[in-house]
């Protein structure tokens, strides 16, 4: 069974910063072809792609909304994905899912119904 379990969350200041983390087990096939991603949810709204990166190969792509503020990477032996999360915003406040997606595209898939396997998500809350 495909486990995602993420971890980091909390409440931080405005500009602050945090770092999640998701362990990733189990992923039924190879895991140079999956796709892992950020979402958040916050309350009373739509999720919202957040970032996503190769399993593999590294490559990565952002929302507009963090770009140049979260960066997402992986550690490929330790099979943890992180989302380090600078500049923090009160709209940044939000639950945050670490997702799982086989992807043999070349292009990284960015909505939601593409990511098959969910954690159980972390809170973020951004205090102004």
């Known amino acids: 069974q495909v486990q995602l379990v993420e971890s980091g969350g909390g409440l931080v200041q405005v500009g602050g910063s945090l770092r999640l983390s998701c362990a990733v087990s189990?992923?039924?096939?190879?895991?140079?072809?999956?796709?892992m991603a950020w979402f958040r949810q916050a309350p009373g709204k739509e999720y919202e792609f957040v970032a996503t990166?190769?399993?593999?190969?590294?490559?990565?792509d952002y929302a507009d909304s963090v770009k140049g503020r979260f960066t997402i990477s992986r550690d490929n032996v330790k099979n943890v994905i992180y989302l380090q999360m600078n500049s923090l915003k009160p709209e940044d406040t939000a639950v945050y899912y670490c997702t799982a997606a086989w992807n043999l595209l070349p292009q990284l898939p960015r909505r939601r119904e593409q990511y098959a396997y969910w954690g159980r998500g972390t809170q973020v809350t951004v205090s102004s």
């Open positions: 189990q992923l039924p096939y190879s895991k140079s072809n999956y796709a």
């Open positions: 990166i190769n399993f593999e190969g590294g490559d990565a």
